[in-house]
């Protein structure tokens, strides 16, 4: 990990992936590289700069379902119940920062988008719940009740 941190890389990850791809790992590639894949909590305790995208459209365009994702590890057929390889569990905090400042740092715009800040674009959702205090498990009920891109509501219309 620390050869990612001198050398300014970055690592673009899809979390989304990890709930299917987590059934079946093991027993492709062995319990030891399976124990490696989808490394959040390693890469971000290196320093690694983490940016994390959906992955679509392969994948859900959701960031919600990436978060989830992230968060709890958890796979499709719920046979890891404490999610796959858990002590790769990265906070809800983190999440939110490597879907948002994370994904805007590798795209080179971090001064224009990723954070709430004077000068940024105002883009943003607003959630049903509070997804910081919500149990993690509950992450995919959650909806976005408003959306807001340039400081203009997008959703709902008005």
């Not at 979390?15 to 490696?36: T, V």
């Not at 971000?44 to 590890?73: E, F, K, Y």
Request: with cysteine; aromatic share 10%; proline share 6%.
């Amino acid at each position: 990990y620390q050869r990612r941190v001198h050398g300014g890389i970055i690592a673009s990850v899809q979390p989304i992936h990890l709930p299917d791809d987590g059934r079946w790992l093991e027993r492709f590639i062995g319990s030891a590289r399976a124990n490696q894949s989808f490394s959040f909590r390693s890469l971000l305790n290196s320093r690694t700069r983490l940016s994390c995208g959906s992955d679509w459209p392969v994948a859900s365009a959701s960031p919600l379902q990436g978060i989830w994702a992230s968060v709890t590890r958890q796979t499709f057929d719920m046979q890891h119940p404490d999610g796959f390889v858990p002590t790769e569990k990265i906070s809800i905090f983190d999440a939110l920062r490597c879907f948002t400042s994370g994904a805007a740092y590798s795209g080179f715009d971090e001064h224009s988008v990723g954070t709430l800040a004077a000068g940024s674009f105002a883009d943003f959702v607003v959630l049903s719940e509070d997804v910081t205090t919500l149990d993690p498990l509950k992450l995919p009920k959650v909806s976005v009740a408003l959306t807001v891109v340039g400081g203009e509501q997008q959703y709902p219309q008005l």
